[in-house]
């Protein structure tokens, strides 16, 4: 059963920076497309980044380029968000996500099948 368990979101200033991680298990990690995902009280889930199974293929949303950077060690089943220049309205819950179908690379969240349970980032003004 594949489970991702994300970690690293705290409360941080703005301008400050947090780098979040995602540990997958379960799955051939480096077969898949990884995402990361945000929610903000009262908002739609949103995309943030995704990066296909070799690392060389990456996308982000427009309010986070230039800031956010996605990556991922296959060899430890690892994925990362490092987030810089954070901005209050970065404030969310942010998840990480596989594919429900391997190989293809992916950024809607509805071709995501498996969820981690959340990390919080706040950032205060």
């Given at each position: 059963q594949?489970?991702?368990v994300e970690s690293g979101g705290r409360l941080v200033q703005a301008g400050g920076?947090?780098?979040l991680s995602c540990a997958v298990s379960g799955r051939t990690f480096s077969?898949?497309?990884?995402?990361?995902?945000?929610?903000a009280p009262g908002k739609e889930r949103e995309f943030v980044a995704a990066i296909n199974k070799f690392g060389?293929?990456?996308n982000?949303?427009?309010?986070?380029k230039g800031r956010f950077t996605i990556?991922?060690?296959?060899?430890?089943?690892m994925g990362?968000?490092?987030?810089?220049?954070?901005?209050?309205?970065?404030?969310?819950?942010?998840?990480?996500a596989l594919p429900t179908v391997p190989y293809f690379y992916?950024?809607?969240?509805?071709?995501?099948?498996?969820?981690?349970?959340?990390t919080q980032v706040t950032v205060s003004s």
């Open positions: 594949v489970q991702l920076s947090l780098k077969m898949y497309t990884m995402g990361w995902f945000r929610q060389s293929g990456i982000y949303a427009d309010s986070v990556s991922r060690d296959n060899a430890k089943n990362y968000l490092e987030m810089n220049s954070l901005k209050p309205e970065d404030t969310a819950v942010y998840y990480c992916v950024t809607r969240a509805a071709d995501f099948g498996s969820w981690g349970q959340g």
